[in-house]
T-cell receptor, first 114, second 114 residues
Framework: DAGVTQSPTHLIKTRGQQVTLRCSPK?????VSWYQQALGQGPQFIFQ???????QRGNFPDRFSGHQFPNYSSELNVNALLLGDSALYLC?????????????FGEGSRLTVL | AQSVTQLDSQVPVFEEAPVELRCNYS??????LFWYVQYPNQGLQLLLK??????LVESINGFEAEFNKSQTSFHLRKPSVHISDTAEYFC????????????FGIGTKLQVIP
């Protein structure tokens, strides 16, 4: 049973560029949440997708956008990258309607902006 | 809105000694509380959770936490730590139901000294 998978694992971009990160949820899960974890900080909630719609959003600018596909996989897009966007981006999956209280995390995509 | 405060950013402890990692939460509604652990270069994984019922919850590797509503705390304890417990520990909170948004603290780095 595959867990949550994310790609790429590492990437380096320059300021002003755009990046797309990808996530496949755990088998049987239909909800994907994205978190940003800056160095030395806890994960910060970016947004959550369910039924291909953004259901909740944290305090992040519109430069951060996402998408969920019919197979429940998801993408996180960040436009006009800033140095402060350097962080570990974590994808977490869960299942609506059966909230056991557990999010299943991938190992993350580490983004470095130069 | 819910929030958590982790009172210690780093906790050094000798192997086989007891440890307590402190967490306080803030919420105007009932809460679910969690402890997640993050080993180096990995994503987060659930260590234990309080949803309802018994206020003392335990993990499979010897950690326990007690939900204290009057003190709004959910401290994590282990009577005897091992080298393998070296990791970063995140306290987290969520509201029952809803869209499963989990809010994390800034984390506590547990350093077990041989």
């Amino acid at each position: 049973d595959a867990g949550v998978t994310q790609s790429p694992t590492h990437l380096i971009k320059t300021r002003g560029q755009q990046v797309t990160l990808r996530c496949s949820p755990k088998s049987g899960h239909d909800t994907v949440s994205w978190y940003q974890q800056a160095l030395g900080q806890g994960p910060q909630f970016i947004f959550q997708y369910y039924e291909e719609e953004e259901r909740q959003r944290g305090n992040f600018p519109d430069r951060f956008s996402g998408h969920q596909f019919p197979n429940y996989s998801s993408e996180l897009n960040v436009n006009a990258l800033l140095l402060g966007d350097s962080a570990l981006y974590l994808c977490a999956s869960s299942r609506q309607g059966i909230w056991s209280g557990e999010l299943f995390f991938g190992e993350g995509s580490r983004l470095t902006v130069l | 809105a819910q929030s958590v405060t982790q009172l210690d950013s780093q906790v050094p402890v000798f192997e086989e000694a007891p440890v307590e990692l402190r967490c306080n939460y803030s919420s105007s509604v009932s809460v679910y509380l969690f402890w997640y652990v993050q080993y180096p270069n990995q994503g987060l994984q659930l260590l234990l959770k309080y949803l309802s019922g018994s206020t003392l919850v335990e993990s499979i590797n010897g950690f326990e936490a007690e939900f204290n509503k009057s003190q709004t705390s959910f401290h994590l304890r282990k009577p005897s730590v091992h080298i393998s417990d070296t990791a970063e520990y995140f306290c987290a909170v969520s509201a029952p139901g809803g869209y499963q948004k989990v809010t994390f603290g800034i984390g506590t780095k547990l350093q077990v000294i041989p």
